[in-house]
């Protein structure tokens, strides 16, 4: 009997963790995917981002979660954006074709944010949204992300990072180890912002 309960709490304790991991990794997925259709100018991008948004909203267990998952979708959605841009939008045909053919593009999203997905499951969402109001199509998502990859950064604050060397002029040599192998013994001291 005490086996039992103890295997029972243990269940309780494990499971909304693998649950709350997997909601985060399900934002994390839809952010790579928005990434390189937006990196690659997919026209089926809006429809993309809208049923995302939906999927995270809807399936959030608590605002917690929903807040920390949208700030994933958001930040991976960002990385894989610059990473495409950076490796020259190499494969960018065969992403789009891949992008505009995924079973997303057939879930149907309701007024409430109710999500009757592809394969039949309706995932109904803790408290009903306005799901109108969750993306806006003209909100120049591509033109705002190409801004920032093309370093207008003018919005951005500079940090300076100096160190004891730095202020004394002098160099820290590295250090030889007994293994041979040099050492850098220098570490920032001070962070400090440009006003």
Known sequence: MIKLLVVLVFLGVTTPAKAQMAYEDEARALGAVAGQGLACGSSRYDA???????????????????????KIFTEEKADVFVAKQLDNFADCASIIERFDAQDIFKATLYGDGTIKMADG??????NPYDATMIYDEKSNV???????????NSHIKKIEFKDASMA???QIRPQKSDSGVQRILSTPKRIRRKK
């Open 48 to 70: 993309f981002e809208l049923l995302a948004r939906a999927i995270i909203l809807t399936k959030s267990p608590n605002d917690s979660l929903q807040d920390k998952a949208l």
């Open 121 to 126: 499951q309706i995932l109904t969402p803790r």
């Open 142 to 152: 591509r033109q705002r992300a190409n801004s920032i990859y093309r370093k207008d």
């Open 168 to 170: 004394a002029g002098n």
